[in-house]
């Protein structure tokens, strides 16, 4: 009875087996993984010894390589920044929603009807728009306008986790509130008063970080995860202190000792503590192809069309590709409008699925894009961590852009081909279920790809001109 090695399908792991298990399913011991033992053993190319002696004590220095995620007996050090629902902005996102309901809950108690809208997903930072109008009552083609913007910044890591901004404009002034860290259904209601001019003064109780060194009243929201870094507070005294004996001639000796402790504390390796990104990419989107059509006489038939397409996209098991329902808030003609569309993703594709009713008739369409949108890391803090006293940099995510590449772009064909196909395919089924007698153009609509690989990212419009920046840096803080 000979000894074979084989490997598992599922995990790869490398077993060892006899003859007596050929033609028997096993398990494997890693992953549980039921396995069909073939007539012989399964023999493994051979590869090539990719490292010399050198390169591979090289290799083994690097410190603590047993740190890595566990996948089977491979070790994943692969650089890319963990998807979780724990990060900050995600955290931001579910702040936001909360002050979204208190609004609308002070907005039921007072009994009025206002412009209440909130950010779409994954936008950074996450915000909340309140806006009235109040007539006159003797003219009602006069209003008194005001609004109000509440901004959620995340703080990752920090003794407040989420600062909140809120800037206030009115016909006086507009003014601003920064690093809120709390705010109640009573603050909701305090600036919705203000706002309908039921409440004079704008003089809120919000409690509040410090902004300005000089706010020793209010608590400093630093990094509760690491401290203060040694050896910049030592280089800090020997240029105070060197600075202050600098008569006396062991000034100057302080001061190139200062430099000397700095070049060298610059040199040393820190890790980096992130708290994740969110499950999907920010959205900065290059419009591409699209389709649409009206089918007469099916405006009943919206929930059944709308289920039967994402059944049909549902059944797709390409890895990457997601299929799920949107709410989405906009402003109207006359109000507020709210709907929900079907998103379809695959890499950095997305395609919107619009299926609404009007009157008797149904809309079908859908519209393809490439996103450009993707998260990019910002250093928020640099010191010691308290828990593994390792020099450490604390870092946050804020929306960056990725060039579109030609591979994005046939990602994208082959998303928008499978949609439109799913689509079309309900389509036809229905309009020959209720014998509509209408003919169909199933053509995409096809736009220009010229440029959009390589495209650079678009103009954000900031603030340009030195007197429009310094005007801003006037605009009244509270």
């Not at 979204?100 to 930072?125: G, I």
């Not at 961590?385 to 870092?395: G, R, S």
Request: one cysteine or more.
């Amino acid at each position: 009875m000979s000894d074979f090695t084989f490997t598992c399908p599922q995990c790869k792991r490398a077993l060892k087996g006899n003859d007596s298990l050929v033609g028997q399913i096993v398990e494997c011991p890693s992953c549980n993984a039921e396995i069909t033992m073939a007539s012989g053993p399964v023999q493994e190319a051979s590869l090539p010894n990719l490292f010399s002696s050198g390169t591979c004590a090289a290799a083994n220095s690097y410190p603590n390589r047993d740190a890595g995620t566990e996948k089977g007996d491979t070790k994943d050090y692969t650089p890319l920044i963990v998807r979780n629902q724990t990060n900050g902005l995600s955290q931001a996102e579910g702040v936001r929603d909360q002050i979204y309901n208190l609004f609308e809950n002070a907005a039921a108690e007072l009994h009025v009807e206002l412009l209440l809208l909130k950010s779409p997903p994954f936008t950074s930072p996450p915000w909340v728009r309140v806006e009235c109008w109040l007539r006159h009552p003797q003219d009602s083609a006069m209003t008194l306008r005001s609004s109000a913007e509440v901004t959620i910044r995340p703080r990752e890591f920090h003794r407040f986790p989420i600062e909140i901004d809120l800037t206030i404009s009115d016909s006086k002034q507009r003014r601003t509130w920064l690093s809120i860290i709390s705010f109640s259904s009573s603050d909701a209601k305090d600036v919705l008063s203000y706002l309908l001019c039921e409440r004079k003064s704008c003089a809120f109780n919000f409690r509040r970080c410090r902004v300005l060194p000089i706010q020793l009243w209010r608590p400093l929201n630093k990094p509760a995860r690491i401290g203060h870094d040694p050896v910049s507070i030592v280089t800090w005294i020997l240029f105070v202190v060197g600075f202050v004996t600098l008569s006396f001639g062991v000034g100057i000796i302080l001061i190139l000792s200062g430099f000397i402790v700095n070049y060298f504390g610059k040199k040393r390796r820190r890790h980096v503590i992130s708290s994740g990104k969110p499950s999907q990419e920010p959205r900065n989107l290059i419009r591409l192809d699209s389709w649409q059509t009206l089918v007469w006489g099916l405006g009943q038939e919206r929930g059944a069309v709308a289920a039967a397409v994402e059944k049909q996209l549902s059944s797709v098991t390409d890895s990457g590709f997601t299929i799920s329902n949107e709410r989405i808030w906009y402003w109207g003609i006359d109000g507020k409008e709210e709907r929900v569309q079907l998103v379809a993703r695959f890499q950095r594709a997305i395609a919107f699925i619009h299926i609404y009713s009007y009157g008797e008739d149904l809309f079908v369409g859908w519209d393809a894009h490439v996103n450009g949108g993707t998260w990019v890391e910002k250093v928020a803090g640099v010191g010691y961590d308290k828990n593994t006293f390792e020099l450490c940099a604390i870092h946050t995510i804020t929306a960056g852009w990725q060039v579109p590449t030609e591979y994005d772009i046939t990602d994208a064909n082959c998303l928008l081909e499978r949609v439109h196909a799913a689509v079309a395919k309900v389509v036809r089924i229905k309009v020959a279920e209720h014998h509509i007698d209408q003919e169909i153009d199933f053509r995409i609509q096809r736009e220009e790809r010229q440029g959009v690989a390589g495209r650079q990212q678009p103009e954000t419009g900031a603030v340009t001109g030195g007197f429009k920046k310094m005007l801003s840096k006037f605009r009244r803080v509270g």
